[in-house]
T-cell receptor, first 115, second 114 residues
Framework: DAGVIQSPRHEVTEMGQEVTLRCKPI?????LFWYRQTMMRGLELLIY????????DSGMPEDRFSAKMPNASFSTLKIQPSEPRDSAVYFC?????????????FGPGTRLTVT | AQSVTQLDSQVPVFEEAPVELRCNYS??????LFWYVQYPNQGLQLLLK??????LVKSINGFEAEFNKSQTSFHLRKPSVHISDTAEYFC????????????FGAGTQVVVTP
């Protein structure tokens, strides 16, 4: 298996622009997580999907952030409009089945820079 | 609510020396415990986990961690490190009744030098 795939790996954009990050989870995994990693705040969970349904989005920082999972093999995280403070590395992770004991498999991340 | 404390933000260590990374957690319920490792410019990978049973758990590359319930700790150790162990290490906890939400510590950067 190719593992969790994220694209793009790097994104540089100007403040105010829309940014879309993409994730393909491992085939057969039914749980998907979006995380953000910064030096100041560490690793934060943004949103969790189970069977394509958002279960916990309490970590989404504000309305500028939205996430979708239209099917079991694809998810997007969108920021509109982007701001410099959104600069971070965004990770997608997947696991199967849902449950606290199961390993989460992380993608390589998307490094976002907003200027 | 849970919290995870990794007391050391950076640990320098010489090659072939032992290393210990400290992790303490707080939770009102029983938890699962994890150590993840992040190599430069990569995502996190599971190193080892404690679910139940023996309190000492081991990874395939020589790391081990011991769950101490009374001290609410899950310290990670390796008796002899390699240059390739240079990475950031994250301790994480998950409530056993949860859907899998992980609470991560701030991470400990291990730098191994010859």
């Amino acid at each position: 298996d190719a593992g969790v795939i994220q694209s793009p790996r790097h994104e540089v954009t100007e403040m105010g622009q829309e940014v879309t990050l993409r994730c393909k989870p491992i085939s057969g995994h039914n749980s998907l997580f979006w995380y953000r990693q910064t030096m100041m705040r560490g690793l934060e969970l943004l949103i969790y999907f189970n069977n394509n349904v958002p279960i916990d989005d309490s970590g989404m920082p504000e309305d500028r952030f939205s996430a979708k999972m239209p099917n079991a093999s694809f998810s997007t995280l969108k920021i509109q409009p982007s701001e410099p403070r959104d600069s971070a590395v965004y990770f997608c992770a997947s696991s199967f089945p849902s449950g606290g004991q199961n390993e989460q498999y992380f993608g390589p991340g998307t490094r976002l820079t907003v200027t | 609510a849970q919290s995870v404390t990794q007391l050391d933000s950076q640990v320098p260590v010489f090659e072939e020396a032992p290393v210990e990374l400290r992790c303490n957690y707080s939770s009102s319920v029983s938890v699962y415990l994890f150590w993840y490792v992040q190599y430069p410019n990569q995502g996190l990978q599971l190193l080892l986990k404690y679910l139940s049973g023996s309190t000492l758990v081991k990874s395939i590359n020589g790391f081990e961690a011991e769950f101490n319930k009374s001290q609410t700790s899950f310290h990670l150790r390796k008796p002899s490190v390699h240059i390739s162990d240079t990475a950031e290490y994250f301790c994480a906890v998950s409530d056993i009744d949860s859907w899998g939400k992980l609470q991560f510590g701030a991470g400990t950067q291990v730098v191994v030098t010859p």
